[in-house]
């Protein structure tokens, strides 16, 4: 049987969709992903806006898509199967958001783009790719949400929190989904919360 969380074609088939098939899903788009972005970065050919920042805008979408019935499902029914699917993809979509926002030729080619964006490009096209870049400097700069830069020795990431923690995190994360519901990936805020671990002294 097909896993119905792939089924982006139309609206989302909640009757159909069940905790056990987010993360395979997750996995299965994300891996496929990975393979296009190597793709597109790999093509020797003249970049433009058509040819490169399409068809990431489409991914990120079709991503959305994938990831938000998960987001509202876990949310709205406060079922313990959808808490522990919603907890095991999490890291997913935060590995795949940081691999995209620390990757040097992906963040190189949308510059190549804005430096060459044609004259007749419309505004909601320049906004796309300067909203991009400034996503990119934010977060390599560390300063998404106010936050300063953190050593990399400090980063916590969410699968290594300790299960005694995990009651926390689960709390942060209805706060956070409270404030920003399901907030589209192309948005530029990233679907995780970074913890910090004391560095060395």
């Avoid at 949308?110 to 400034?134: F, G, K």
Wanted: charged share 25%.
């Amino acid at each position: 049987m097909s896993n119905p969380l792939l089924d982006t074609t139309a609206l989302p088939r909640f009757d159909d969709i069940r905790p056990e098939h987010a993360e395979p899903a997750l996995r299965e788009l994300i891996a496929a992903h990975r393979g296009k972005l190597a793709k597109i970065l790999d093509d020797p050919a003249p970049r433009n806006f058509l040819s490169f920042v399409t068809p990431l805008e489409e991914m990120s979408h079709e991503l959305n898509r994938v990831w938000s019935p998960v987001s509202h499902l876990q949310s709205v029914l406060e079922d313990p199967a959808w808490r522990e699917a919603y907890n095991a993809s999490l890291p997913l979509m935060t590995e795949h958001a940081t691999e995209l926002s620390q990757n040097k030729n992906l963040q190189q080619a949308y510059q190549q783009i804005a430096d060459n964006m044609p004259q007749d490009a419309t505004p909601s096209m320049q906004m796309l790719v300067d909203q991009e870049l400034r996503t990119q400097t934010i977060v390599e700069e560390g300063r998404l949400f106010g936050q300063v830069a953190v050593p990399d020795h400090q980063v916590l990431r969410p699968e290594e929190v300790e299960p005694e923690d995990r009651e926390g995190e689960d709390h942060l994360a209805d706060v956070v989904q409270t404030s920003l519901g399901d907030v589209p990936l192309e948005s530029g805020l990233l679907p995780t919360c970074v913890a910090i671990r004391p560095g060395p002294n």
